[in-house]
Nanobody
Framework: VQLQASGGGSVQAGGSLRLSCTVP????????VGWYRRTPGKQRVLIAA???????NYGDSVQGRFTISRDNSKNTVYLQMDMLKPEDTAVYYC????????????WGPGTLVTVSS
């Protein structure tokens, strides 16, 4: 199993998408697994993370609209995105999150989300 995000697409503002990410077992053992996104010309930003015990944390920009979840039996992490806005347009990635907040290592392919107004 390798890091692989999927489920992106084009949607109108106010719509919803559900992203999935297959995660190697080694990364599932990290303190948390997170969803990151990158817009053109900017660095990747952590927007949501779920801890080993299931506690979830969100960035201010997605709080109340996005929901992260994990199914360790399927090596999969999900990101339910509701009330999408044009500013959510980005390439989305998943990765492990270290205790210092840095990503666990190399990146897999992301998935593009485009939100039109």
């Amino acid at each position: 199993v390798q890091l692989q995000a999927s489920g992106g697409g084009s949607v109108q503002a106010g719509g919803s998408l559900r992203l999935s990410c297959t995660v190697p077992s080694s990364i599932l053992r990290f303190p948390a697994v997170g969803w990151y996104r990158r817009t053109p010309g900017k660095q990747r930003v952590l927007i949501a993370a779920i801890m080993l015990g299931g506690t979830a944390n969100y960035g201010d920009s997605v709080q109340g609209r996005f929901t992260i979840s994990r199914d360790n039996s399927k090596n999969t992490v999900y990101l339910q995105m509701d009330m999408l806005k044009p500013e959510d347009t980005a390439v989305y990635y998943c990765n492990g999150v270290r205790t210092n907040g840095l990503p666990s290592g190399s990146w897999g392919p992301g998935t593009l989300v485009t939100v039109s107004s």
